[in-house]
């Protein structure tokens, strides 16, 4: 690797990271702004033009609130949880290729941190390793209330992704490959994952929910029963980011999904529009359209969490294991079959 | 591109990850709190899954990253977790414990030293294809040469969640005759 | 056992059927219930740059009137103050002295006029009470302050404007 490709990735890396944080941070204010329409209110007004700096002062306020660290918590990994979520929050935006190619100048330059050729087993260890910051900072707090939150992040995000691993499997079966770049490329114009696994996508979309600890998935922090879950002890800027790391996370499993089976930056008449604007304009049309579909789906994320109550805690086990498994399995079978014999 | 760059890079990346490795793994016994001692577990997983990056063998990386990390210490932690670590809560153990104890570990000592005795320095490992480890290869190769021992290993595990279950479920109450 | 009324009903809780019990349905007409809300007016009224109308007997801050030529009705017979139940207004009363005549209607004035508005319950009483319509409720809303003592209005928050001006 020439200097030229290091400090383009490393651009590129930086790039990624602001806009995580950047949209993370108005999912803040767009969260509180679509509550208020589905609820007939206005919202965050007051900052700024319709409240827009609101997520600013909302963090001005993160910062200089008091730090308190409990007496008899662990300090260190009363320290670590927060940290360890916000940064398994952000590894996995490293391998969602963001749009084809693009030529700056006499340069092409990759939209993609890293192609890997495991690309969509990282994102799906990177998820899994995401409950690790809810648990060590729930046992940290040495509080029963985070301790339960934490117990229950743990047991959801296990149940979830067993049917989450094989919801991926059907749709690997169809594209033999593992290469996020190349599972986007393969969805080209408008060949996209979603028509051939509709069941696949639904199972998908109910464990992202389940993993990133959405209502009605919420369990770990629900207020009405453990008071603040897992995060009852934190405070400050270490409270800020788990609130961070759940949107960044949000961010992350809505790109997930535009890339698995929405098309990720493909979107129909794409070859027509690439001659027509040319290698630099044309491939950012295709990063708009990602990123339209990214805030889509943190959209519809919020719309959920605004219509459907809570699971109770034997409904999600019920739903994981009876449900979702069975019919993740069927679902692969099913794509087998098809696959072989039509 | 990506991963596999890292596979020239010199030894001392190998050396540097395999003492953190054992580093890890001591601070994994002398750990005082057990749930302290499951975190070095999971850094000294860590590690191997470095050493797995840097034999280029990606699938095994992930999957023990996913597996192990992602899935196996997550549910020990949780168990940890119910466990009262208070002091007082400790079972007293008899002498008789400490005495199978030091022996247990004294034999253990005896098999290290022995082992040791017959180590040389063997050569330099050499992949012959650099490509042994990616999924694709893997997957080739578990379905055709060892499909058998692959599904008969798929039964074991089987069975053991059978087995899992039926000590999970309660005893159905003796029907009254 | 019969019942007292005939209000009770009997409810049946029959299994559900497939659809019911693959909730999708159920999820989806949830998720169009609140996609209407989302494109509903608000119904905020975002208070101090709005107002909601008040309704014709509302009774918010007191104001103390002047006749038709602008002399202060108030004659600080202190009726207003014995019929107010939280006992929330205190007065003085002066004689008028000469050359006041445009300024107060009788010879007997409120030199001090206080309301406690911390007190005050808005019942209205002391307006009834008053033999000289000098007093009525019809201000707006009391606003909110900072510190107790601020909530003692004197006669300058009180007393209406003069005519002419």
């Known amino acids: 690797m020439e200097l030229g490709d290091i400090i383009i990735k490393f651009i590129l890396v930086v790039i990624i990271f602001a806009i995580s944080l950047v949209v993370a941070m108005y999912s803040t204010y767009a969260e509180r702004k679509i509550a208020a329409f589905f609820q007939d209110r206005i919202g965050p007004n007051r900052a700024g033009p319709w409240g827009l700096l609101q997520p600013l002062c909302d963090g001005a306020k993160m910062f200089l609130k008091e730090e308190i660290i409990p007496t008899n918590a662990s300090a260190f990994l009363f320290i670590a949880g927060p940290s360890l979520a916000i940064l398994t929050a952000c590894l996995g935006s490293a391998v969602i290729p963001w749009g084809q190619n693009i030529q700056i100048g006499s340069r092409v330059v990759e939209l993609q941190v890293a192609d890997i050729n495991v690309g969509v087993l990282y994102i799906f260890g990177v998820v899994s390793l995401g409950v690790y910051g809810v648990m060590i900072g729930g046992w940290a707090s040495n509080n029963k209330y985070s301790l339960l939150g934490a117990i229950r992040a743990a047991s959801q995000n296990i149940s979830y992704e067993i049917s989450m691993g094989l919801s991926i499997i059907a749709l690997l079966m169809l594209t033999g490959t593992l290469s996020l770049r190349e599972l986007a490329a393969q969805q080209h114009d408008w060949h996209w994952n979603v028509l051939r696994q509709p069941l696949g996508f639904l199972l998908f979309i109910v464990c992202a929910f389940a993993e990133t600890n959405r209502t009605p998935f919420d369990l770990p922090e629900c207020e009405t029963e453990l008071v603040g879950g897992y995060h009852t002890e934190y405070s400050s800027m270490k409270l800020g980011f788990y609130l961070f790391a759940e949107y960044i996370n949000m961010f992350i499993s809505s790109a997930v999904m535009a890339t698995l089976y929405w098309g990720g930056y493909n979107y129909p008449g794409m070859d027509w529009v690439l001659v027509h604007t040319g290698p630099t304009i044309g491939p950012l049309i295709g990063v708009i359209v990602l990123f339209a579909k990214i805030f889509l789906f943190i959209f519809f994320f919020m719309w959920v969490r605004w219509t459907i109550p809570r699971f109770r805690y034997d409904q999600l086990m019920d739903l994981g294991w009876k449900v979702l498994i069975p019919l993740a399995i069927a679902n692969i079978v099913l794509t087998g079959l098809i696959s072989n014999y039509l | 591109m990506g991963i596999r760059y890292f596979v020239n890079i010199n030894m001392n990346t190998f050396y540097f990850i395999a003492f953190l490795s054992i580093f890890f793994s001591i601070l994994v016994i002398t750990a005082k709190n057990p749930v302290h001692s499951i975190l070095y577990l999971v850094l000294t997983f860590f590690t191997f899954t470095v050493h797995y990056i840097l034999l280029n063998a990606q699938f095994l990386a992930v999957v023990n990253f996913i597996v192990y990390m992602g899935a196996i210490l997550v549910l020990f932690l949780y168990t940890l977790m119910l466990i009262n670590l208070n002091k007082d809560s400790e079972p007293v153990k008899s002498n008789m414990v400490k005495i199978a104890a030091v022996l247990g570990g004294g034999c253990l000592l005896v098999v290290l030293v022995g082992c040791l005795k017959q180590v040389g320095v063997a050569d330099p490992v050499l992949l012959k294809d650099p490509g042994l480890g990616l999924v694709q290869n893997l997957g080739k190769v578990l379905f055709n040469e060892f499909l058998l021992p692959f599904e008969i290993s798929s039964l074991l595990l089987l069975s053991a969640m059978v087995g899992a279950v039926l000590l999970a479920t309660k005893d159905p109450k003796p029907k009254s005759v | ?165």
Request: glycine share 4%; charged share 30%; proline share 5%.
């Open chain 3, 1 to 165: 056992m019969e019942s007292l009324s005939n209000k009770r009903k009997l409810i049946e809780s029959k299994p559900l059927n497939f659809w019911e019990r693959a909730y999708l349905p159920a999820i989806i007409s949830g998720l169009s219930i609140t996609m209407k809300h989302f494109f509903r007016k608000p119904v905020t009224i975002s208070y101090p740059e709005e107002k909601r109308e008040f309704s014709e007997n509302f009774r918010g801050m007191h104001s103390l009137k002047r006749d038709e030529n602008g002399k202060e009705r108030c004659t600080a017979c202190g009726l207003c103050a014995l019929s107010c139940p939280a006992e929330a207004i205190t007065m003085t009363a002066a004689e008028r002295q000469k050359g006041e005549e445009h300024l107060y209607r009788e010879e007997k004035y409120a030199a001090v006029y206080e309301i406690n508005m911390l007190r005050c319950i808005f019942c209205g009483l002391c307006e009834e009470a008053c033999p000289k319509e000098a007093i009525y409720l019809d201000g707006d809303i009391v606003p909110a302050d900072y510190l107790r003592k601020d909530f003692i209005y004197g006669k300058d928050k009180l007393v209406e404007a003069p005519l002419n001006q």
